[in-house]
Structure formats: C-alpha cells, structure tokens
C-alpha cells in the first residue's frame, strides 16, 4: 500500500491536524493509500532524548531520526507541518509540563558543570531551534503561490496600510566587523576531516569541534561577530530611536539560529536597559540575567533575590524613561524584547512593511519604527523595500506580481547558527579551521564574547539547486535571478559554481542572471509592480526570508504557499507553511474556542503528495484524489470559506467540514474513476443533506474556553475539541468503517 507520512507537530498545525487528518486518512484510504503519523513536536522530541530516563510505557521512538533515513530512500513522501523551533524559554516551558504530566525527565540545566549536567544539556540542545528541518531537507526547496491562491488574493485582497513619503522607518545595520563582513570561504579539493579550535593568546589551544567531515567540492565558511563592535553599534541605535521618537525594534531569529541570535539578543537587552546593567550588572550575570533569554526572564528571575524588587524597579524605570519599545501585545506590556522567540524577522519585517512601515506602540498605537537587524547580509533587502514603499507607496495585491522562490537547503546547506559549528568565543586569540595535514584554512582574530559560526554546503546539493532553477524558469516561463552577494566571501565561491554548473544545462531563451540580494530585491519588486513575476534563486536563510517576505505583501500570509522539496533521492517533502502566529492561535482557542489556523497549505501539500504518489508507480487513484482536492480548494477560497479571524464564525473546522463535501462532491461528479464516483456519491450526499446541522454543531461550541488537556503535549480532550459535531465525524468514520 502507497504511504503518506503525516508529521505531527505543535499548537495551532497540530490543533488542525486532530481535525484534518481523520478526514485525510479517510478519503486517502479509498485509493489504497495509507497516512501514518510521525511524532516530531518539541515534546516528542524531548521524550525520545531521555528513554533512560523513563519506564518502557513513557518511551517514545525518535521519530525524527528515522524520517532523516527515510527522506534519503526514493520511497519518503512525508507532509511536514510547520513546528516550533525552540527557543530556551521554549524548551524550559514544555519540559515543565511533560514533568508536570508524570514524565520524569530532567531539568534544563542552564549552567552545566558536571558530566552528567553536560550531557543532559547536549541532548536538550539537540532538540532547539531549527533541529527539524536540517534532518529532513535531503531535497533543495521549490515554494510558489499556486494560480488559484494569486487568482482569490486578486479577487479578494488582504489590507495594505497607506506609505507616506515622510515615514522614518529604516533599518539599521552593522556596516563592518559583521558576519557578512567577517566571512571567509574555502572550497575543499578533497574529502577530508576538519578540526575549528580556539588558540588563546597565551597559546593555550582548545578544540571547539573536531571530526567535521567534509567532501571534496564542499563550500567550508567561518565568520565572526565583533562583540565590541556589536556593543558600539546598538548604543547609537538606542540613541537613536531616542533622538528621533521612532519606536526601538529587533529583528533576529532566535529559533533557527539558535546559538547565535540569542546571544546578540542578550546585547540588545543589555544595550537598551544600559543603566541597568551597569548599576546591577554583577548581581544580573551572576544569576544568569543576561538577557539572552529575554526580560520576561529577567523579570521572572529577580523573584528570588533579595534586592529584586529594587532591580525590577530600575527596569521599570528604564522602559519608561528610554525611546519607545515596539509592542508584541500592547495590552499585556509584552515588548519587543521580552521573549527572543516572539519577533522573528522573517514574519516581522514583513508584517511592519505590510502595515504601512508601523509597529504597536505601548498605546497600542501604530508608530514608525527603527528595526534593528545587526548582521548586514540580508537587512539591505527589507531597506530596499520600505525605500521603494516610501517612494512608490503600498504594494497593490490587485495587481501585483509574484516571487517564487528556489532554495538551497540540501544536506543542512548553510544552516547558520543552529549546530554545533557556532560559538561564544572564551578568550582573546584566534579561531582556526585547520585540515588534517594541519593546514590552517581559515583564521580570525577574536576578542572574547565574540560569535564565531561555520558552515558546510556540499557540492551536490549546489548543483541539484541550479538544476531545480533552470527546470522552474522553463516550465514557468519567468526570469530567475540568483541572488548572490560580491561583498560575501561564501557568495562568490558559490557564484563561482553556479555559473559552472548553469552550463551543464540547456539554457536557451531563458532570463537568467546573478545579482546582489539588493539589486536583485530591485529588479523584483520593480517587476512586482507592473504585474510581473520574477523567480527568486537564494541560498537557505534567504529563503526563509522570501517565502515570507514576497507572500506576506501577495497575499497577506505565508501559509498559503505551495511548498514542494524534491528529495534528491527520489522522493518527495511537502511542506505546509509557517507557523509563526501559531501560539496566538492557540491562546484564541483556549480563550473562545476559535481556530483560525487556515489549512490551505496543507491542502496543497496533500495534493502534491497524492500525485508523487501517482507519478513514482502509485495506484492511478491518487491522481484523482488530487485533481479533485484541487477542484475543492479552488471552491473553498472562491466561496470564501476559510477561517475567520473572530469567534461565532467559520473557522479552522467549519472550513474543514467544507473542503471534505466539496472534495466528495468533486470525487462523485468525476469520471476517471467510476470505483470512486460510486464510493463518494452517498458521501456527498450525506455531507450536502447534514451541512446545516452540521454547520451548526461547528459553530454552537464557539466563544467559551476550550481545555486541551496541555499545550505542548495536548491530550485526548484537544482532539474532542477539534472534532465537535456527531455528524460530521459520523460521516467521516464511515468511510472506513
């Protein structure tokens, strides 16, 4: 039997999918395809790290690891839902609750000093940040809005906030002693074993990583982050939102970056409550308050010393006498810089450029903002387009273009600061990555508290990404630009290869150019706004970036991409949109019992993964499966029958229950397949003569709170709430009783 792996995940995705999946795997089952669940949510995760820790009947295999296997064999057809990429709070937050739920594992120890301590901290930081997606991209990424989502976007466009040409909304970014400026780039000639160590200036050497396997042809980089000069430069950034009244934000990504970004987000605490610091500093750091995990933190940790209350008061003070703060939630008090997970830049500059270049303020009005985005690489590209936006006003959804995206992600392809190759640098000296001959490759000099990080991209990966480039700008007729910056050491190397390996390719009558992430933002959105599509080529973090950036001025969100990975080995990732407003999400479900999560991405998945199914030697089926899930996706938006934002109206199940009778309803009218025309007829039937009771079942248990027995690991009582109306569920279980 044919088989989808269906990954389950955390909050709002895995609120959906109790609701979803039942009617996935039931229809799936007609055409003899199996959907089968693989556990990767942060607390499954947690659980398979400590199996020693707990009884056989706690135990949980390592689910993610045996996807890693599975996406390098022709047979993975795996939907991957989005996850949280823990950040500490995070972490320490689900751990909490699995101990609360019985689960005897151990704390998160903050300062490890013992072996056992160290160890227990290795496998917790096997489980932050961005631990997901480097083990199941063993494919380069293929993400696009479909027709039918531009087309109703068009139709129907979201909100765009009014530019004035007067805005004072800007970025502000390192200009030196950066990583982009930092970096340096090496190509190995051969396979070969690679030691980074540290060499103090009194000579004293310490291996930081060893054993770092390398291919020939492989891309090795290493970079630094000047702490000094990242101090220098967020002082005159808080004088400057000071000076000029606008709101102070940061934008990092303490999730995927998950050493990185949080010690820089430690300094922006420290730079903006600088008073603080310098009075209390001792007491702070010795206790562990040094921002990194956020002022909610540093709140919560004065609760036990003795002069907390003078301490918190001096904060107090500080946020009210300082420049602003941009809100998370006005309401609540919850600023810019209380948790390092809640502004991510990839879903927040968007956003502030979608809202006329504003951010919330303490009133919980819209102000313009300073968006403080410390490492140069890619901050020129939101400057770009909030220059444009000021000089050229909103982008118009009506009428705009598009930017799909190629990405370079295979084989953890440039996974920046989220591994064990990124560093907080102990001592004054030099860091090397040295060879086994021991020859020195790379080599900077650092101060301590510098943020040192290396990289790998394999060479087969870079040639499969060019591959993927050609094939999506012949089959779509757009021009594709690779974005590459002259100014990074890693770029030009990379540069190097993709104009080497561009002529292993027939080319002929294709736009194909490389530009600087700048100059390429230009010509995009240039394009954009005479209605004209233009395919993005970028590297792994930029493609985080543009398949939130682009869609998010589209199309209002990021979760209606369509998101294919085709695996190298043969098979096929289906990924399903982002999960950055997912915590909001639950919070509305446990306040009023309202799921505003919009599925649509997994619909599109779905059908993609049906049809890889067909086309790799499935049963025929799956095709028509797909081509009516499509038919049921494009009713679905023009019918407008996606989730609300406001209780008491369709959300997240109600859109469900309609997809599944406009699917039954497209499965009965087709003709390719009289087996399923037959099986869906009294489906359909049953679901068009029930859809008021139905409907109505669905929206009665909205507006009271709803229990879901916990929140990273939610219990059988979330799955009673997703799945509310006797009806529909009766209809459903049919199919395969």
């Known amino acids: 039997m044919a088989k989808i792996i269906w990954t389950r995940t955390d909050e709002a995705p895995l609120l959906a999918s109790l609701s979803l999946r039942p009617i996935v795997s039931a229809f799936a089952a007609t055409a003899g395809v199996e959907v089968e669940e693989r556990d990767i949510s942060l607390a499954g995760r947690i659980l398979a790290q400590f199996p020693d820790y707990l009884p056989a009947d706690q135990q949980v295999s390592d689910a993610l690891a045996e996807l890693g296997s599975l996406a390098q064999t022709p047979a993975a057809n795996i939907i991957k839902l989005p996850n949280i990429s823990a950040s500490v709070p995070q972490l320490k937050a689900a751990v909490a609750e699995l101990q609360a739920n019985g689960f005897a594992i151990p704390d998160y120890p903050d300062n490890p000093v013992t072996d056992e301590e160290q160890a227990i901290r290795a496998r917790y930081d096997a489980v932050k940040g961005s631990a997901v997606n480097p083990v199941l991209r063993e494919g380069n990424s293929d993400r696009r809005a479909p027709g039918a989502v531009k087309n109703f976007a068009k139709k129907h466009p979201h909100r765009m906030g009014v530019w004035s040409q007067d805005s004072q909304t800007t970025v502000a970014t390192m200009e030196a002693n950066d990583f982009r400026h930092n970096e340096k780039s090496v190509i190995m000639p051969a396979a070969d074993v690679l030691t980074i160590k540290h060499v103090a200036a009194d000579g004293t050497e310490t291996v930081l990583r060893d054993n770092l396997k390398v291919l020939a042809g492989e891309v090795v980089d290493g970079t630094f982050m000047s702490a000094k000069a990242l101090d220098e430069f967020l002082a005159a950034q808080v004088a400057k939102a000071a000076a000029t009244g606008v709101l102070f934000s940061t934008h990092l990504k303490a999730t995927m970056m998950k050493v990185s970004d949080p010690v820089i987000f430690g300094h922006v605490v420290r730079a903006y409550f600088a008073d603080v610091f310098e009075k209390y500093g001792d007491v702070l750091l010795a206790n562990g308050l040094n921002g990194e995990n956020g002022l909610a933190a540093i709140y919560a940790g004065l609760d036990s010393l003795d002069n907390g209350a003078e301490i918190a008061a001096a904060f107090d003070a500080a946020l009210a006498n300082g420049p602003a703060l941009a809100m998370v939630n006005s309401d609540k008090g919850i600023t810019n810089l209380h948790v390092p997970s809640d502004v991510i830049v990839d879903a927040s ?5 979608r809202t006329s270049g504003h951010m919330w303020n303490a009133a919980g009005e819209e102000q313009d903002t300073l968006a403080v985005i410390p490492d140069s690489s890619y901050a020129g590209v939101y400057q770009a387009v909030i220059d444009d936006c000021k000089a050229h006003g909103a982008f118009d959804p009506t009428t705009m273009g598009t930017v799909p995206n190629v990405g370079l992600m295979a084989q953890k392809a440039e996974e920046y600061g989220s591994h064990d190759k990124t560093f907080k640098v102990p001592a004054d000296g030099t860091v090397q990555v040295v060879n086994s001959a021991g020859d020195v490759l790379i080599e900077h000099e650092v101060e301590a508290g510098d943020i040192w990080r290396a990289c790998q991209t394999k060479d087969a990966p870079i040639q499969d990404w060019v591959k993927l480039a050609v094939t999506r700008a012949r089959l779509s007729g757009m021009p594709a630009i690779f974005w590459l910056d ?29 530009k600087s992430p700048v100059e390429a933002t230009k010509v995009s959105i240039a394009r954009i706004r005479r209605g ?14 543009n398949t939130d950036l682009f869609p998010i001025l589209e199309l209002g969100t990021s979760a209606k991409m369509l998101s294919i990975v085709p695996l190298m080995a043969g098979g096929g990732l289906f990924e399903t949109g982002a999960g950055g407003s997912a915590p909001k999400h639950v919070q509305q479900v446990q306040a009023e019992n309202h799921l505003r999560w919009d599925s649509l991405g997994e619909f599109l998945a779905l059908a993609e993964s049906l049809r890889h199914i067909s086309n790799t030697g499935g049963t025929p089926k799956a095709a028509v499966l797909a081509d009516a899930l499509d038919a049921a996706t494009e009713r679905l938006l023009d019918e407008n029958k996606s989730p609300s934002r406001k209780a008491g109206e369709i959300d997240n199940r109600g859109s469900h229950f309609f997809l599944a009778m406009a699917w039954a309803q497209a499965l009965a009218e087709q003709t390719a397949d009289a087996e399923l025309a037959a099986i869906f007829a009294p489906v359909a039937a049953a679901l068009t003569e029930q859809a008021d009771t139905i409907a109505a079942e669905l929206l009665a248990v909205q507006g009271a709170p709803a229990d879901l027995g916990g929140y990273y690991l939610p219990s059988e009582k979330a799955t009673s709430v997703m799945r509310p109306s006797a009806a529909f569920n009766a209809i459903i279980d049919g199919l395969t009783a």
């Open 532 to 545: 004209e599509d233009t395919i993005s080529v970028t590297g792994n973090v930029l493609r985080d970036y």
């Open 349 to 353: 500059m968007p956003a502030m450029i």
């Open 486 to 514: 002259p100014e990074r050491a890693h770029d030009r190397n990379i540069k190097g290869l993709v104009e080497k390996y561009l002529t292993d390719h027939d080319t002929t009558g294709l736009d194909i150019s490389i």
